[in-house]
């Protein structure tokens, strides 16, 4: 098995046969649709939310066909799967042995992580060449709006910038050598470039690590999310590094351009009918929309669409079903609607971690900690 | 920009709105412009543009406006029309492949009647060529091996499969612990950059590439090119071989060639047109949809396709006969391109010099031969073979050491 097979194989154990394959493609690759940003929440999966934005459609379907095969799933209906045991077998003896992504945040950090990343590298490259007196260079990073910020903040600096140097070199010391550190710094360190210095790649990386390039991608990710996370809960501690991720945090949450329209209606009080109406859409398209700036926006009360005690109701539900099946609930409170479930599903599990906690008795999260070091 | 220069501005899709505005605001404070055709279409980059008066135009990679498959890029053929609206200023048009068709289509495409020509021979008198003839992908790999084994680096190995690239690199990388990395358009930009860098550093003894690689690459001092495919045209195999040299010291190109090879640039080429109904669902559909890319995966097209058909739809009177017309002219092309191929086929199997053959498809005469010249005039390899070997580089420090390294 890969270890692109097992983040398939979790992501088809997670979704329980009620999602199309299609679904877990969307959700890897982070599509921003209604249905793909529901289905993060609804399935405990939203971790892996865009944590592999150029996998190919190539690459999934062989995969998943390797999957099939193997008889690691198999098929129920219209391309939707189960995990088999031997699938949830080898699922867990793969996780005995390789390296489980646990502070993967993908929905939380989605592309800020990346930003945060490409600041960094374009910032260590610079500070690198100054440091050798070397004025030209190639940006290792060729985003227009990274290069701003890295000019930015050096025309703040002015020639304060040596000290920053020592500063930053420190501060990338300790934070790889603080307690909670997930895992080798190899996987990060390496791929930072500077003066004469080019990083590694994460093909690089996994050949010198003997492991496949989605495994190294993923140690990858995991140190960057666990990083964004630490810093946060730290900034005194690291000055120059939360000043890198200073701003990218609270930027604006993206919706859907239609979500967008939708929302416009909904603060001016037209409800869910009146909307679809006003836009000549179907009720569910708006459903999905309500769905979304339910999730997007942590604020957003869903009282007026479900009641408090209707709510209570769905929940309970919910954790004692210990089952994300909408069909099953609706069974158990038959007079809430499909729309009213999902809501309270998406927003519970947004809102107090219970969602997590829920969700993550589904995940083999007890085997990170033993692979952790390996 | 790696040298000097500070009043410039690169306006392009990725500058940020604000930054935007602001520099076409501004336009007249820099000295230099740095534009896309595509960029150059829209109106109010034109406004901003005519509010300035431009000394010279420069029109770099002129040949896209010419050559059709991935290199094409609709937008360069209304730069003349763009040209004369500024008021026809002073123009330079710079290419790597001017061969007379395509300066016809350059001086046609930019309006230009009497251009003084600066043509420069095609002949890289310290380039050697090379073809070597295998019987069978087996044993084609395996010349590969050793070449890789004996001849100097840096270099480039051309290959016209993404999959291949990626397969032979892991292979040899192992077999032969050599510095090799593979690089095409199917990685990210930011892998992209790295390894290109890491070649220009020395930190890679071979990249192993798709046609992709190169382009903006200036690296002085790479020894050998090889074509592990037939490249699609003359142009491009002497764009790609045309890498090697560049300090002017020895290098050499070498061909792999097995008979029937040109089946793969011909099967791409039958892939590139789209059929008549593809083009009639384009007409149909091509406004009805939100992205080129919903676009592509309704009617079955390539993003290439779909580009020249975003073209022809603008610039292509769009009657009754719109679809026919264009299916024509596409054919058209395809016949051209057969050409091509064969031009290239010619130059693998030439029992004639084969610097003499480079030189008369791009309608050169002159007499080329000399020492190590090609194959065919007699060529020793030894040249081109390492003389030292290089230190194993296997070992990578660990990460405080490497952190130490940057700062
Ligand atoms: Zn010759």
Same mark, same amino acid.
């Given at each position: 098995?890969?270890?692109?097979?097992?983040?398939?194989?979790?992501?088809?154990?997670?979704?329980?046969?009620?999602?199309?394959?299609?679904?877990?493609?969307?959700?890897?690759?982070?599509?921003?649709?209604?249905?793909?940003?529901?289905?993060?929440?609804?399935?405990?999966?939203?971790?892996?939310?865009?944590?592999?934005?150029?996998?190919?459609?190539?690459?999934?379907?062989?995969?998943?066909?390797?999957?099939?095969?193997?008889?690691?799933?198999?098929?129920?209906?219209?391309?939707?799967?189960?995990?088999?045991?031997?699938?949830?077998?080898?699922?867990?003896?793969?996780?005995?042995?390789?390296?489980?992504?646990?502070?993967?945040?993908?929905?939380?950090?989605?592309?800020?992580?990346?930003?945060?990343?490409?600041?960094?590298?374009?910032?260590?490259?610079?500070?690198?060449?100054?440091?050798?007196?070397?004025?030209?260079?190639?940006?290792?990073?060729?985003?227009?709006?990274?290069?701003?910020?890295?000019?930015?903040?050096?025309?703040?600096?002015?020639?304060?910038?040596?000290?920053?140097?020592?500063?930053?070199?420190?501060?990338?010391?300790?934070?790889?050598?603080?307690?909670? $550190?997930?895992?080798?710094?190899?996987?990060?360190?390496?791929?930072?470039?500077?003066?004469?210095?080019?990083?590694?790649?994460?093909?690089?990386?996994?050949?010198?690590?003997?492991?496949?390039?989605?495994?190294?991608?993923?140690?990858?990710?995991?140190?960057?999310?666990?990083?964004?996370?630490?810093?946060?809960?730290?900034?005194?501690?690291?000055?120059?590094?939360?000043?890198?991720?200073?701003?990218?945090?609270?930027?604006?949450?993206?919706?859907?351009?239609?979500?967008?329209?939708?929302?416009?209606?909904?603060?001016?009080? $037209?409800?869910?009918?009146?909307?679809?109406?006003?836009?000549?859409?179907?009720?569910?398209?708006?459903?999905?929309?309500?769905?979304?700036?339910?999730?997007?926006?942590?604020?957003?009360?869903?009282?007026?669409?479900?009641?408090?005690?209707?709510?209570?109701?769905?929940?309970?539900?919910?954790?004692?079903?210990?089952?994300?099946?909408?069909?099953?609930?609706?069974?158990?409170?038959?007079?809430?609607?499909?729309?009213?479930?999902?809501?309270?599903?998406?927003?519970?599990?947004?809102?107090?971690?219970?969602?997590?906690?829920?969700?993550?008795?589904?995940?083999?999260?007890?085997?990170?900690?033993?692979?952790?070091?390996? | 920009?790696?040298?000097?220069?500070?009043?410039?501005?690169?306006?392009?899709?990725?500058?940020?709105?604000? +930054?935007?505005?602001?520099?076409?605001?501004?336009?007249?404070?820099?000295?230099?412009?740095?534009? !896309?055709?595509?960029?150059?279409?829209?109106?109010?980059?034109?406004?901003?543009?005519?509010?300035?008066?431009?000394?010279?135009?420069?029109?770099?990679?002129?040949?896209?406006?010419? +050559?059709?498959?991935?290199?094409?890029?609709?937008?360069?053929?209304?730069?003349?029309?763009?040209?004369?609206?500024?008021? !026809?200023?002073?123009?330079?048009?710079?290419?790597?492949?001017?061969?007379?068709?395509?300066?016809?289509?350059?001086?046609?495409?930019?309006?230009?009647?009497?251009?003084?020509?600066?043509?420069?021979?095609?002949?890289?008198?310290?380039?050697?060529?090379?073809?070597?003839?295998?019987? !069978?992908?087996?044993?084609?790999?395996?010349?590969?091996?050793?070449?890789?084994?004996?001849?100097?680096?840096?270099?480039?190995?051309?290959?016209?499969?993404?999959?291949?690239?990626?397969?032979?690199?892991?292979?040899?990388?192992?077999?032969?612990?050599?510095?090799?990395?593979?690089?095409?358009?199917?990685?990210?930009?930011?892998?992209?950059?790295?390894? +290109?860098?890491?070649?220009?550093?020395?930190?890679?003894?071979?990249?192993?590439?798709?046609?992709?690689?190169?382009?903006?690459?200036?690296?002085?001092?790479?020894?050998?090119?090889?074509?592990?495919?037939?490249?699609?045209?003359?142009?491009?195999?002497?764009?790609?071989?045309?890498?090697?040299?560049?300090?002017?010291?020895?290098?050499?190109?070498?061909?792999?060639? !097995?008979?029937?090879?040109?089946?793969?640039?011909?099967?791409?080429?039958?892939?590139?047109?789209?059929?008549?109904?593809?083009?009639?669902?384009?007409?149909?559909?091509?406004?009805?949809?939100?992205?080129?890319?919903?676009?592509?995966?309704?009617?079955?097209?390539?993003?290439?396709?779909?580009?020249?058909?975003?073209?022809?739809?603008?610039?292509?009177?769009?009657?009754?006969?719109?679809?026919?017309?264009?299916?024509?002219?596409?054919?058209?092309?395809?016949?051209?391109?057969?050409?091509?191929?064969? +031009?290239?086929?010619?130059?693998?199997?030439?029992?004639?010099?084969?610097?003499?053959?480079?030189?008369?498809?791009?309608?050169?005469?002159?007499?080329?031969?000399?020492?190590?010249?090609?194959?065919?005039?007699?060529?020793?390899?030894?040249?081109?073979?390492?003389?030292?070997?290089?230190?194993?580089?296997?070992?990578?420090?660990?990460?405080?050491?490497?952190?130490?390294?940057?700062?």
């Amino acid at each position: 098995m890969t270890y692109l097979d097992a983040i398939l194989l979790t992501c088809f154990r997670l979704f329980n046969g009620d999602r199309s394959r299609s679904a877990i493609y969307h959700l890897l690759t982070g599509k921003k649709t209604s249905q793909t940003i529901q289905d993060a929440h609804l399935y405990g999966v939203s971790n892996l939310f865009q944590t592999l934005p150029a996998l190919s459609r190539f690459d999934f379907d062989s995969s998943c066909q390797k999957l099939m095969d193997d008889k690691l799933i198999f098929i129920i209906e219209n391309n939707r799967y189960k995990v088999t045991s031997e699938g949830e077998n080898q699922l867990e003896a793969y996780y005995e042995k390789h390296f489980f992504p646990l502070h993967v945040q993908g929905w939380n950090y989605q592309d800020r992580a990346m930003v945060f990343w490409k600041r960094l590298s374009l910032l260590v490259q610079t500070l690198s060449n100054i440091y050798h007196n070397e004025r030209y260079f190639y940006p290792v990073q060729r985003d227009p709006e990274i290069q701003y910020w890295v000019r930015g903040i050096f025309l703040t600096w002015g020639d304060r910038r040596n000290k920053k140097i020592k500063s930053l070199h420190s501060e990338l010391m300790q934070l790889c050598q603080c307690s909670g $550190f997930p895992d080798r710094p190899d996987f990060f360190i390496h791929r930072l470039s500077g003066y004469r210095l080019i990083g590694m790649t994460t093909d690089q990386l996994a050949k010198h690590f003997k492991m496949d390039a989605a495994e190294a991608h993923f140690r990858f990710l995991n140190i960057v999310h666990f990083s964004i996370n630490h810093i946060q809960e730290n900034p005194v501690s690291y000055p120059l590094l939360n000043s890198v991720i200073e701003g990218i945090a609270q930027e604006k949450v993206i919706l859907t351009s239609s979500t967008e329209k939708t929302k416009e209606y909904v603060s001016r009080g $037209f409800s869910l009918s009146d909307i679809a109406a006003a836009r000549k859409l179907k009720e569910s398209t708006i459903e999905d929309h309500i769905i979304e700036l339910a999730l997007m926006t942590p604020s957003f009360a869903i009282d007026r669409y479900v009641n408090e005690s209707l709510q209570e109701m769905i929940w309970s539900q919910a954790l004692n079903l210990n089952h994300k099946r909408l069909r099953e609930i609706k069974i158990h409170v038959p007079e809430a609607s499909y729309f009213q479930i999902r809501l309270v599903l998406v927003t519970r599990g947004r809102g107090d971690g219970k969602w997590k906690d829920y969700s993550s008795k589904n995940l083999a999260l007890n085997h990170s900690e033993k692979a952790k070091g390996k | 920009m790696v040298r000097g220069e500070k009043s410039v501005i690169a306006i392009n899709s990725f500058l940020p709105f604000k +930054q935007k505005r602001y520099a076409l605001n501004h336009l007249h404070k820099y000295r230099f412009i740095f534009i !896309s055709p595509e960029m150059l279409a829209l109106d109010e980059v034109k406004k901003a543009l005519l509010t300035c008066s431009i000394a010279l135009f420069v029109v770099d990679e002129a040949h896209c406006i010419s +050559q059709w498959g991935p290199d094409f890029r609709p937008d360069y053929l209304s730069l003349g029309q763009i040209r004369e609206e500024l008021g !026809s200023p002073v123009t330079l048009a710079l290419t790597a492949t001017a061969t007379p068709k395509i300066r016809e289509d350059i001086r046609t495409a930019l309006k230009m009647k009497t251009p003084d020509e600066w043509i420069y021979s095609v002949d890289r008198p310290n380039i050697s060529l090379k073809v070597e003839t295998a019987s !069978s992908f087996t044993e084609k790999v395996h010349i590969l091996k050793q070449y890789i084994s004996t001849l100097k680096a840096p270099g480039i190995v051309y290959f016209s499969s993404k999959r291949l690239a990626d397969e032979l690199a892991d292979e040899i990388n192992s077999a032969l612990s050599k510095n090799i990395a593979s690089y095409h358009a199917g990685l990210d930009q930011e892998q992209r950059i790295l390894i +290109q860098q890491q070649f220009l550093h020395n930190q890679l003894e071979w990249v192993f590439a798709t046609s992709a690689f190169g382009m903006g690459v200036n690296k002085e001092n790479i020894r050998t090119v090889i074509h592990f495919h037939l490249p699609s045209s003359m142009e491009s195999f002497v764009q790609e071989i045309g890498r090697a040299g560049r300090d002017n010291k020895k290098s050499i190109s070498i061909l792999l060639y !097995s008979k029937g090879d040109e089946q793969i640039p011909i099967n791409l080429l039958e892939l590139e047109r789209p059929s008549l109904r593809q083009i009639n669902d384009f007409k149909k559909w091509h406004r009805k949809v939100d992205t080129p890319a919903d676009l592509e995966e309704k009617i079955g097209i390539t993003d290439i396709q779909n580009r020249v058909l975003q073209y022809y739809i603008s610039h292509e009177r769009n009657d009754q006969y719109w679809a026919d017309t264009v299916f024509n002219k596409m054919t058209d092309r395809l016949t051209e391109k057969y050409v091509k191929i064969s +031009q290239i086929v010619a130059y693998a199997a030439s029992p004639v010099c084969r610097r003499r053959m480079v030189a008369e498809s791009f309608y050169e005469t002159k007499e080329l031969q000399q020492p190590q010249c090609c194959d065919i005039c007699g060529l020793h390899l030894k040249e081109f073979e390492m003389d030292e070997v290089f230190e194993d580089k296997e070992n990578i420090a660990d990460w405080k050491e490497r952190l130490a390294l940057l700062f």
